[in-house]
């Protein structure tokens, strides 16, 4: 249908007197009965009855005038209510983050996030940087935090931050937070890590290679608690720095290691169209980062997307 019959018929109701609305829109009076007559044939009722002073609506018009308003109304707030969501982020998000990062980032990050923008339905997910590449790449999560080096072509991945890797051991183990220790002074302890081909595995495995040595591994975890397993006498562990936040593991004995960090990259699938909630999240992630790492709650060096790693 013509909507601008509807509006015709509209002003018609409203005034009853066609050539006062006539007069109004600035069209004839001939044309705009015809416009009138024309959509009373597509209905196939008559809307008006004509009396000799003016027009007044017949129970269909009554009827049609109800509806037509409403639809009217719902057109002209259309273009208002496309604009605020073309702003808004809805929809569905999926992200996730090594398990060390859940109590620096991802609970205080993705609680925020939920609550600045309630129409999105989030996923969140902790897990190893090799499980959160194979996630990224079968569209399980839209973006993840994961070690570099990633050499997956189909994930994109930018810098987010760089931060130090650490020796834990039990707290009578006789490190220091504030003394570095080398890589070779560790290299008979027996440690326990994540398994291969982890990102984190594989940091330290190439570091043990790049001074001669192989890594001596006690037993392989996932999930296991780090800090039960080091205090029963399994072995130690080598963790970023942000595992060790809000844990237990602060209470035990550790130490940097020289020249050993990790980088941590923002991946998602290169092929997945960007959406607004991704883009807000991504936007939200880096200022969570490079706040607690202004601040001093994550010790740990802020790189921006141009950085080179």
């Known amino acids: 249908m013509n909507l601008r019959k509807w509006e015709y018929f509209l002003k018609v109701a409203e005034f009853g007197n066609l050539s006062r609305v006539a007069e109004k829109l600035d069209i004839s009076q001939p044309a705009l009965s015809r416009q009138i007559s024309a959509l009373e044939e597509e209905i196939g009722v008559p809307l008006f009855i004509r009396t000799g002073r003016g027009l007044t609506l017949t129970p269909a018009g009554e009827t049609f005038r ?27 998000l999926a992200f996730g983050a090594p398990p060390f990062m859940a109590r620096i980032l991802t609970g205080e990050l993705c609680a925020g996030f939920a609550r600045e923008y309630p129409k999105v339905r989030m996923r969140v997910r902790g897990a190893h940087s090799v499980h959160l590449r194979e ?34 051991g039990p707290p009578g183990a006789g490190y220091e937070v504030n003394k570095p220790v080398s890589l070779a002074s560790i ?35 996932e999930h296991a608690p780090m800090d039960e397993l080091i205090r029963r006498g399994v072995g130690f562990t080598i963790l970023p720095g942000c595992g060790m936040i809000n844990s237990p593991l602060q209470n035990f004995s550790r130490a940097p290691i020289e020249g050993m960090t990790v980088t941590w ?37 802020y790189l921006p997307e141009t950085s080179v790693f």
């Open 265 to 301: 990259l923002v991946g998602s699938l290169g092929t997945l169209r960007e959406t607004l909630s991704i883009g807000r999240f991504k936007a939200k992630l880096r200022a969570s980062v490079q706040l607690s790492t202004s601040d001093g709650r994550w010790q740990a060096t």
């Open 187 to 221: 290299a008979d302890r027996p440690l326990i890590l994540t398994p291969r081909p982890d990102g984190l595995r594989a940091l330290v495995e190439n570091g043990f290679a790049g001074i001669g040595r192989r890594t001596n591994v006690a037993m392989e975890t």
């Open 66 to 92: 109800a509806r037509a308003e409403t639809v009217m109304e719902e057109i002209l707030r259309m273009p208002e209510e496309v604009a605020l969501a073309a702003s808004t982020p809805s929809g569905s």
């Open 135 to 168: 996630a990224i790449f079968f569209r399980d999560i839209d973006v993840g935090i994961l070690a570099a080096p990633v050499t997956e072509p189909d994930i994109r991945t930018e810098p987010l931050l760089r931060e130090q890797l650490f020796i834990v």
